[in-house]
């Protein structure tokens, strides 16, 4: 081979060198800006979910908080609930109480106007009586019993569902 053959194919060669040289340097630095390029959407990815985590533990948080506000709220409607029924039972008992012993009458109004009440009673007082107003008859002790845990079951029923009415607001609000 030629002197000339040989510069020719040591050119071609120190060519093909240099271009398989440059193209590995271009591949390793496009391959170090991707890995750079990933790393940077790696941590805004993780910044991103990050940021989703805080805000629903936030929000768990403060579901949180509300659910033991509610809780509170009906835990303190459901005192008050409990101390009107145990005042008004109360109430009731010492109502039973005064009429079993007779320091307490019922009495009904008569209706003056009323002829088959058997006996006509004045609407007026005469001059020698000592009740004022309209007449009255007593009740016997039995029904006046009666009435009154008529009355008691009323006032429980009426009681719970004013409880039942305070949960129903709480719920809504």
Same mark, same amino acid.
């Given at each position: 081979m030629s002197p000339a053959a040989w510069r020719l194919a040591v050119g071609l060669f120190l060519a093909g060198l240099l271009i398989a040289v440059g193209a590995a340097s271009a591949w390793m630095v496009q391959g170090w800006r991707y890995d750079r390029q990933l790393a940077e959407q790696a941590r805004l990815h993780g910044e991103a979910l990050n940021q989703l985590n805080l805000a629903a533990a936030a929000r768990q948080r403060a579901e949180q908080d509300k659910r033991l506000a509610l809780e509170q709220q009906l835990q303190a409607s459901d005192q008050t609930h409990h101390r009107a029924l145990? @005042?008004?039972q109360r109430d009731q008992s010492r109502l039973r @109480? /005064? =009429?079993a012993t007779a320091d307490l /009458? =019922?009495?009904v109004l008569l209706d003056a106007q009323d002829s088959a009440a058997g006996s006509p009673v004045p609407a007026t007082p005469g001059a020698g009586g000592l009740v004022h107003g309209a007449a009255r008859a007593r009740l016997d002790p039995?029904?006046?019993q009666r009435i009154v845990a008529i009355t008691d079951a009323g @006032?429980?029923?009426l009681i719970a569902l004013q409880a039942c009415q305070a949960y129903v607001r709480e719920l809504q609000k």
């Amino acid at each position: 081979m030629s002197p000339a053959a040989w510069r020719l194919a040591v050119g071609l060669f120190l060519a093909g060198l240099l271009i398989a040289v440059g193209a590995a340097s271009a591949w390793m630095v496009q391959g170090w800006r991707y890995d750079r390029q990933l790393a940077e959407q790696a941590r805004l990815h993780g910044e991103a979910l990050n940021q989703l985590n805080l805000a629903a533990a936030a929000r768990q948080r403060a579901e949180q908080d509300k659910r033991l506000a509610l809780e509170q709220q009906l835990q303190a409607s459901d005192q008050t609930h409990h101390r009107a029924l145990t @005042d008004a039972q109360r109430d009731q008992s010492r109502l039973r @109480d /005064r =009429l079993a012993t007779a320091d307490l /009458r =019922l009495s009904v109004l008569l209706d003056a106007q009323d002829s088959a009440a058997g006996s006509p009673v004045p609407a007026t007082p005469g001059a020698g009586g000592l009740v004022h107003g309209a007449a009255r008859a007593r009740l016997d002790p039995a029904h006046a019993q009666r009435i009154v845990a008529i009355t008691d079951a009323g @006032d429980q029923g009426l009681i719970a569902l004013q409880a039942c009415q305070a949960y129903v607001r709480e719920l809504q609000k």
